[in-house]
């Protein structure tokens, strides 16, 4: 019903910056929240950062204050503006969408590798 596509990832140096995009298509119309989520290697896919409906958001405390999560005028595309990059950061990001009645759909992820 839904798909999702990131996009943005890349290779960065210790503090720089990157920002990810998710474009949703098909049937959006029951969407209510939209997120990031994060994978690192040899660890579990954990929550970043998540857009609501109305616009209220919210980060996982490791990106607190370098991370920021914003969409378009549409709410598509949803975006991760990340920040002082860190090697921890280091990850394949994923898109989320929440519909209202509680079924998620994933994109396929992006890597975002921050080198030392």
């Known amino acids: 019903q839904v798909q999702l596509v990131e996009s943005g990832g890349g290779t960065v140096q210790p503090g720089g910056s990157l920002r990810l995009s998710c474009v949703a298509s098909g049937n959006i119309a029951r969407v209510r929240s939209m997120g990031w989520y994060r994978q690192a290697p040899g660890k579990e896919r954990e929550w970043v950062a998540t857009i609501a409906h109305g616009g209220t958001t919210n980060y996982a405390d490791p990106v607190k204050g370098r991370f920021t999560i914003s969409r378009g005028a549409t709410k598509n595309p949803v975006y991760l503006q990340m920040n002082s990059l860190k090697p921890e950061d280091t990850a394949v990001y994923y898109c989320?969408?929440?519909?209202?009645?509680?079924?998620?759909?994933w994109g396929n992820g992006t890597l975002v590798t921050v080198s030392s």
């Open positions: 989320n969408a929440n519909q209202r009645d509680g079924v998620d759909y």
